[in-house]
């Protein structure tokens, strides 16, 4: 386990107001180098605040589709629309809101990093089959 100088600890906490655990995570992610881990810190913030924004946009549409009122989907990238996906009116349009609601409330998104001594070819994603 790395040991590491109080003084760098209290200068990154101080800077980003980051908790004991955060500057634990930057400096192990940042191999104990301040700017690094500063980096590490701010980007594990990014990815979390990213994460919340999905997960209220999955539960808004769980409501939206138990209102009857969800009246499709767009999928975006970046900020350009690349698909419209309208769900039908009356009971079709319900039991396919039914549908969306079942998946979104099961769906569940993680990040896979790679490190950095890892080839594209050597990441393996969790259940993925072997050869």
Avoid: N
């Amino acid at each position: 386990m790395e040991c590491y100088d109080m003084a760098l600890v209290d200068e990154i906490k101080k800077r980003l107001g980051a908790s004991y655990d955060e500057v634990l995570m930057g400096l192990e992610e940042g191999d104990g180098d301040m700017l690094r881990a500063l980096a590490a810190i701010e980007r594990h913030r990014e990815e979390q605040k990213r994460a919340e924004q999905g997960g209220e946009l999955i539960g808004r549409a769980i409501g939206l589709a138990k209102e009857g009122r969800l009246k499709g989907l767009r999928v975006l990238l970046a900020d350009r629309a690349i698909r419209d996906v309208p769900l039908p009116k009356g009971i079709g349009g319900a039991l396919i809101g039914e549908i969306i609601t079942g998946v979104l409330s099961q769906l569940k998104v993680e990040l896979v990093e790679k490190s950095p001594d890892e080839s594209e070819e050597d990441v393996e994603f969790p259940g993925e089959d072997e050869e």
